[in-house]
Each structure stands twice: as structure tokens, then as C-alpha cells.
């Protein structure tokens, strides 16, 4: 509240451990006995004991290690609220943490129209979430989730990345299993046959990529002018891509070495 005193949102935490024992929240759900193993099934729980009335507009699924600035929620609520988006993210800046080149922040856009939004910050209209919710079970590890919403809205529903607040993905990784997956790991879940089983369940679907047209461009920019910029900047974004491929190698081939030292 300090660092945002207009803030339009309120936040629900969904813990993947025991929570600490406190009464600091105005109110809590779940069971001891919850059987949710990532956000999405941990999401359903407290959708079925959510208060009500419902009042709320859009609802954010952030994961952990997603850092907007003190303010830039409030503004992509905004946002999302004046455009009346469907399905939305905000856009990841540029010497993040990336995985798609298509997510990453354009800075002649706004709001820039695309045929995916990522499981890791999606953001829901009521009317979205109504449409996709039945599929938050599909897989245990998330991956491929996403991929059957940019199936299941294509030609149907705009998807946008909001270019206007781009966030911060803080999770490099050591070049090791995060403890999520290695839970999975246990389990006998593999995150790649999840993405493979949905990929198959729609073949047709032509995966991540910014759209020719329905974007919303900074104040200035208008017609083909501004068209060609913003994929001149999409064509740029291969250095994301580069530099990414290059740091996770680096992390890999370090905690090899680290291993083989400690051995």
C-alpha cells in the first residue's frame, strides 16, 4: 500500500507450502489436506470458496517470480479495464528472463495483438475465465495450458500483450530443477509430454507469434509507419533469444562444473 496508494487490485496468495501462522489476511480457504500442485489447481480451490459477490473485473495469475514496479499493476489493471481485454499479459522487458520473443515487450505498442499468452502472468476477464477455466486441470505441470488457450480463442477472442508495462521475470535458475519440478519429477510427470499431448489435442494451431493487425500504438504512431517499426522491433527481439540461449548454457555448463568439484 506504501508504494502504491491508488492500487485498484487485491492480492490472494496461494501457498505451495504450509503458510506461516498468521491472521494478517482478511480472509483465508483451502484445507491441510489441499491437493493442488501448481497455481492453477491451487486457483480452483479458492474459486470454489471465493467470497461473494464477485466484484472483480479481471483476475491476474502471476507466478512467483514475476516483479512488476511499485504502480505498473495498477496501470495494466487500468488498462485492461478501458480496453475491455479478453485475455491479456504484461510484456517482459527486454534483458529479462525470457522464453517467447512474441511476449517481449515492443515499444511502439501499447497494446500489441498476438496469438498466446503465457501460463506464467495471464490476466482473465470474468468472461474469460469462465471460457477457460475447465481447462486449468489438463496438465499437472501447466505446460501446454496455455497452448489450448491460444487454440480454443483463436478466431474467436483477441489476445494482447500490454506493451505499455513490461515486467521482470527474476528467476534465472542455477542451471538445476527448481523444486517444482522436481516434485513433477517424482511424480513420473514429464512438463514436455504435457506440452505434446495438449500440442497434439489441436494441430491446426499455429502456436506463439505477434498478428499483422488490432494493435494499439504508442500516441504519435498511426498507419504503416508505425506498423513497420513495431516489426522492425519484432525482427530485433532475436538478440533476446541469443542472449538467453547464451546465459542458460552458461548456468548449465557452471552447475555441471560446481557438481564435479563437489564430488
Not at 10 to 35: I, K
Not at 131 to 146: A, K, M, P, Q, V
Request: net charge positive.
Amino acid at each position: 500500500m506504501l508504494e502504491d496508494p491508488d492500487r485498484n487490485w487485491d492480492c490472494c496468495v496461494n501457498w505451495y507450502e504450509a503458510p506461516e501462522q498468521e491472521q494478517l489476511a482478511e480472509y483465508y480457504c483451502g484445507a491441510v489436506d489441499s491437493t493442488s500442485n501448481n497455481k492453477l489447481e491451487g486457483f480452483l480451490e479458492f474459486w470454489e470458496r471465493r467470497p461473494q459477490p464477485w466484484d472483480y473485473r479481471y483476475i491476474a495469475l502471476l507466478d512467483d517470480d514475476i516483479y512488476l514496479r511499485p504502480g505498473e499493476l495498477s496501470h495494466f489493471f487500468r488498462l485492461c479495464d478501458f480496453h475491455s481485454l479478453y485475455l491479456s499479459q504484461p510484456a517482459l522487458r527486454w534483458r529479462t528472463h525470457t522464453t517467447l520473443n512474441s511476449l517481449v515487450r515492443n515499444p511502439m505498442c501499447l497494446l500489441r495483438r498476438v496469438a498466446f499468452i503465457e501460463a506464467m502472468a495471464p490476466c482473465f476477464s470474468n468472461a474469460a475465465l469462465e471460457n477457460l477455466i475447465h481447462t486449468f486441470r489438463w496438465t499437472r505441470s501447466i505446460w501446454g495450458i496455455d497452448w489450448a488457450w491460444g487454440a480454443l480463442l483463436e478466431g474467436h477472442e483477441p489476445l494482447y500483450v500490454v506493451d505499455a508495462v513490461p515486467m521482470e521475470h527474476t528467476r534465472t535458475g542455477n542451471g538445476r530443477p527448481t523444486t517444482f519440478y522436481r516434485k513433477l519429477r517424482a511424480a513420473g510427470v514429464d512438463p514436455g509430454d504435457d506440452l505434446r499431448r495438449v500440442q497434439k489435442m489441436f494441430p491446426a494451431y499455429g502456436g506463439p507469434r505477434t498478428l499483422s493487425k488490432g494493435h494499439v500504438f504508442r500516441p504519435g504512431l498511426s498507419g504503416r509507419w508505425a506498423l513497420g517499426l513495431m516489426f522492425l522491433f519484432e525482427r530485433l527481439k532475436f538478440i533476446v533469444r541469443a542472449r538467453k540461449k547464451f546465459l542458460r548454457a552458461w548456468r548449465y555448463w557452471r552447475a555441471r562444473l560446481e557438481d564435479l568439484g563437489g564430488d
